[in-house]
């Protein structure tokens, strides 16, 4: 199967709206999307044993939730730079793709 690409990425109120090649179109709030940021600051990463490190836990302000920008990291991801200067996630387009098949809140945070 073909990974499918965005042909367009948009913030629409407080939502980030992306039109994939073949037509589908989702939608994420965008807390939802910060909270589910998938750097190792926030999700963690392992270590050679398996138990996960992670930077501090540091509350969302109304600038964390606001999009100051975003682009494509070669054809695979997009990277969205938060308005509170965070931008080391890097959301893979066949995440974003499962994302927006998630429930009605339009992504799992977990």
């Known amino acids: 199967m073909a990974i499918r690409v965005p042909r367009d990425v948009m ?10 090649d ?24 392992p270590d050679l044993f398996g138990k996960i490190y992670r930077g501090p836990d540091r509350p969302l302000t109304p600038l964390s939730v606001q999009v100051a920008g975003h682009r494509a990291v070669g054809s695979y991801a997009l990277q ?25 809140d339009r992504l799992t945070t977990e």
Do not use: Q
């Not at 913030?11 to 994939?20: D, H, S």
């Open 22 to 45: 073949d037509g589908r179109e989702d939608y994420f709030r965008l807390d939802a999307l910060r909270r589910a940021c998938p750097c190792a600051m926030c999700k963690g990463e």
């Open 80 to 104: 969205i730079d938060w308005a509170d200067g965070h931008n080391d996630g890097i959301y893979s387009f066949e995440t974003l793709r499962r994302m927006g098949r998630a429930p009605d």
């Open 11 to 20: 913030v629409v109120g407080n939502e980030l709206a992306i039109v994939w």
